[in-house]
């Protein structure tokens, strides 16, 4: 008796993990989709220790970011490309620099530090809100460091 092969059976010979998953998977994966995004706050604000943790990556030894540093954090359905930046007083005048092709903004805020460091971040949030390449992005600002005492409330901050 002979049998009819229908479209959805296939003989693989030369590579058969391709076929198999072709035939159980409905081929490979779809891409995920990539965004670009710049992650600023002051010196000690949490940027690096943030990015670590969306990473799966060990919080011991972190140390602060000279310069920049560059982190795919990936999720289910797209990847992050952060672009985390500096944030020592002589390197905050080169953020501009960095900012070209973003896609998004995370401003990270130590909610816990003194009058005078929340006003110099006020001011650089202020400042990159108002950039040209920055002020039609989405903005998301982390008030970080919740969990200690001197901690202020996102009312106050």
Do not use: M
């Not at 970080?144 to 106050?156: I, L, T, Y």
């Amino acid at each position: 008796q002979k049998r009819k092969l229908t479209s959805s059976f296939c003989f693989c010979f030369a590579l058969p993990w391709q076929c198999f998953r072709a035939l159980c998977c409905k081929g490979p994966p779809p891409p995920r989709p990539e965004y670009d995004l710049v992650c600023i706050g002051l010196s000690g604000s949490g940027k690096t220790s943030l990015l670590s943790q969306l990473c799966s990556e060990s919080a011991e030894n972190i140390v602060s970011t000279t310069g920049f540093s560059i982190k795919a954090v990936p999720f289910q359905n797209a990847i992050l490309n952060v672009k985390e930046l500096g944030g020592a007083d002589n390197i905050r005048k080169y953020w501009s620099r960095y900012y070209q092709g973003s896609q998004g903004v995370i401003f990270v805020l130590d909610s816990a530090s003194s009058e005078d460091d929340l006003e110099t971040a006020r001011n650089e949030l202020h400042s990159a809100l108002q950039h040209p390449q920055l002020c039609t992005l989405p903005f998301l600002i982390l008030a970080n460091h919740q969990d200690k005492p001197a901690a202020r409330s996102v009312q106050e901050v």
